[in-house]
Each structure stands twice: as C-alpha cells, then as structure tokens.
C-alpha cells in the first residue's frame, strides 16, 4: 500500500503568506490625503502602461500646441498634467494657452504624439524619444515619458530648415573646421545651448564645399540633410541600431569621410569616436561639459587609470578642437545670442594634453588668438560691446570677471 504524504504545514504557511502579498499588491494606491498613510510598493518591471487610442479631437488640440510654439519662436514645449502646456522662449516659460491640463488630456495629447512605431515601446517602459513631422509646420524631437503615474511629454521645436552658420552669429573661426579632413570636433554645454544645430550648420557647410560621405548617428534623428554633391545616411538609434557604440563600430565598416555623433553617452563610444578620429575620419559630436579643459578632463577620466597614457597620446593626435557655448538673452529681448569659446588643438595644446597639464591650457587662449583660440571671457566681451547683451549678464558669466573687465569698451 503507497504510503501518503502528509501536509507540511511550514510549506502550507508560505504559500499562504505569498498569496496574501500578491493580493495586497492588487490593492490601489491609497491618495497622498487619505486618512492612514500607506507605504508605496514598487511596480512590477513588466508593469505595460496603455495610452489611449488617439483621436481627430487630441490630434487637433496637438496641431494647434505646435503651432503656438512655432509661433513664439519657442524651443521647447512641455505637457505636464496639472498645469498649463507651456513653451520656452528664450529660455524662460511662458503658456500657450490658459487651458489647465489634466491627465487624461495630456494622456491623449501624448497619444496623439507617438508615432505607431513607437507606441509599443513607450507602452513597454513608459518612455521613449522619436521626431515627428506635422505637415504645414514642421519637424519636432520628443520624449514621452511617466511621471507620477501620469504621463508626460516634452518637444524640442526643430529649425524648420538647416540653419546656416552666419544666422547662428558663431564666431567666424568655427568654419575652419569645416575645411579639416580629419580630427575630432566637441561641441559641449548644458542641455538646450544648440550644440546640436551648430553641428547640423556645420555639417551643412561641409557638404555645400566637399564631396564626402558623410553619416549622422543621432537619437533621434534632427537634421535631415539632402544628399548634394554628398552621400549622407542618417542612423536613427532604437530603430537603425540599438545604441551608439553599436553604430559608430559598424559605421567604420560603411566607407565614412565624416561621422556626425549625436552624443558620446558612453566610454565605449568615447573611445570609437578617438579611434575612428585618429584614423582619418571628421568626427563631429557633443559632451554635456562647460569648457575645453573640463571635457579632455572627462575623455580622459571615462578610462581606467592603467590607459591614462596611452589615451592622452591618441587624443593629443585626434582632436581637432573644442567648441563651449551658451545661449543668453538679447539686450533688445529680441531672442538669444551665443557666447563662443573655441579651443583649436594647436601644436602647444596637443603638447600640454601629452604631458597632461591641462589645467595649463587655459593660457593659451591669450597666446594663440591668430589660430582663431577665443576665450568665453572674450567672446562675452565682445557681444557687450557690439551691444547684443547686458553686462551684468556678460560679467555674471565670465570665467575670469577682471579679465572680463578689461576686455570692455568704457561707456
């Protein structure tokens, strides 16, 4: 006779107290005012957030959003619930309109938004990054994501056409590197300074001069370029490739003269980016970095200690210069301006970053102003003086605010 297995009651208290957790995690989230406080438990990873079928009725609201921004001359355009949608104009926030949004409004803008391309995915994690065409006004870039359990969106307004570089007012030494055949270009400052369009006007010249091949790795893509006289593909990443090391590997395979990087996020794509540089590809890209010395400083830090040598060789070989800007307000209200510092990898800077003095570089500025070497100081001095911006401002923004002084004209 089989003998019978008894219940173990240890194994029987687990599975209770299990089923009696999943249930709790069933439970809504108790309202920030309720009586009792309750502790938040953190959502399941492969929690899908639905967003609403889109409508004739959101997709017009979100035309008309677009429009305004284009309007005002905005460069951003956010939709958070809870407040009015909102545009930046140069650089402070103003509404599009008086209409509070709430939740379900801005849930059936973001519908209206993301493309069906990108629904899924955005469903999935609860964010993602695209551009979108409207027709009749123009190209946008735009991060749909969930804040607070709702969602959200923010819109980069896009030139509707390449910018030229004299309508960006940049200094006339940028278009030296257009003319380079090879060397790595860095375009750095905070998020919103255009590093992106300043890479797109150049990129812009250099296919109005040179036959080349050029390929754009961006996420998303900004700037469509037309082909000309070139060869220009543009990578989209999340669609084209997964990530932009995988992109820029595979690109060094595809016969490039010049590789637009949106951004190097990573280590990985820092080192490509010096590699492919050093190897007789114009790498043009961008760093979240205030200044030229800041950002050797974080290429170099992004190695480990034991490659420090070696990498300050390659790169004191592979840059070709440093641009560091930011956007302030005209004087007349009238829009925003740029201030410029341009670091050029001189002979002196290529050597300095050999023998890692790069704390010494800032000097050169002074000493190499015929290489077209400009100082923020210095191109701060001079929009004071032509009259574009306040000095207050200008002084505010200095490196150096005595040297800054000097520089301006007596009034």
């Known amino acids: 006779m089989a003998k019978r297995l008894l219940p173990d ?7 209770q107290q299990l089923n009696s957790d999943a249930a709790e995690d069933e439970q809504p989230i108790v309202a920030e005012d309720a009586a009792e406080p309750s502790v938040p438990r953190p959502r399941p990873r492969n929690k899908s957030w639905s967003l609403p079928q889109p409508d004739d009725e959101g997709r017009a609201w979100l035309r008309r959003l677009l429009a305004g921004a284009r309007k005002s001359h905005a460069s951003d355009l956010l939709l958070v619930s809870g407040t009015q949608p909102m545009a930046r104009v140069d650089g ?3 509404p599009v309109e008086d209409r509070v949004l709430t939740p379900d409004a801005v849930a059936q803008l973001c519908a209206a938004l993301v493309p069906a391309s990108h629904r899924l995915s955005a469903q999935g994690s609860a964010t993602a990054d695209f551009a979108v065409v409207s027709e009749g006004i123009g190209r946008f870039r735009c991060n749909v994501h969930r804040a607070r359990g709702n969602w959200s969106a923010a819109v980069r307004v896009l030139p509707e056409h390449v910018p030229d570089l004299e309508s960006l007012h940049l200094p006339p030494a940028i278009e030296r590197f257009a003319e380079i055949e090879y060397g790595l270009l860095i375009v750095t400052g905070p998020t919103g300074c255009g590093k992106s369009t300043t890479l797109a006007a150049l990129m812009k010249r250099i296919l109005s001069r040179r036959r080349v091949h050029a390929i754009t790795i ?7 370029h037309p082909h000309g006289r070139s060869v220009v593909e543009h990578v989209e990443i999340g669609r084209d490739a997964p990530s932009f090391s995988t992109a820029l590997r595979a690109s060094l395979r595809q016969d490039p003269d010049v590789l637009l990087i949106g951004e190097m996020r ?18 043009l890209s961008t760093l979240h970095t205030g200044d030229g010395p800041q950002t050797i400083n974080r290429i170099l830090d992004s190695y480990p200690a034991g490659q420090a040598d070696q990498v300050r060789v390659q790169l004191s070989v592979s840059l070709a210069g440093i641009v560091s800007q930011q956007l302030l307000p005209c004087r007349d209200g009238g829009g925003r301006v740029p201030a410029v510092e341009i670091l050029m990898a ?28 400009l100082s923020l100081d210095n191109s701060l001095a001079q929009l004071v003086n032509e009259g574009m911006i306040e000095v207050e401002l200008a002084r505010a923004r200095a490196r150096v605010p005595e040297d800054f002084d000097r520089l301006v004209k007596k009034r």
């Not at 009651?9 to 599975?15: C, K, N, V």
């Not at 050999?354 to 077209?372: D, P």
């Open 9 to 15: 009651p240890d194994l029987e208290a687990l599975i």
């Open 92 to 94: 402070s926030l103003v």
């Open 218 to 224: 961006e996420d998303p893509v900004e700037y469509a």
């Open 266 to 283: 990573d280590p990985e794509s820092i080192s490509i980016a010096i590699t492919a540089a050093e190897t007789g590809h114009l790498v």
């Open 346 to 373: 001189t002979h002196a800077v290529r050597n300095l970053i050999r023998r890692n003095k790069i704390a010494h570089i800032r000097a050169q500025f002074a000493l190499e102003q015929q290489s077209g070497m």
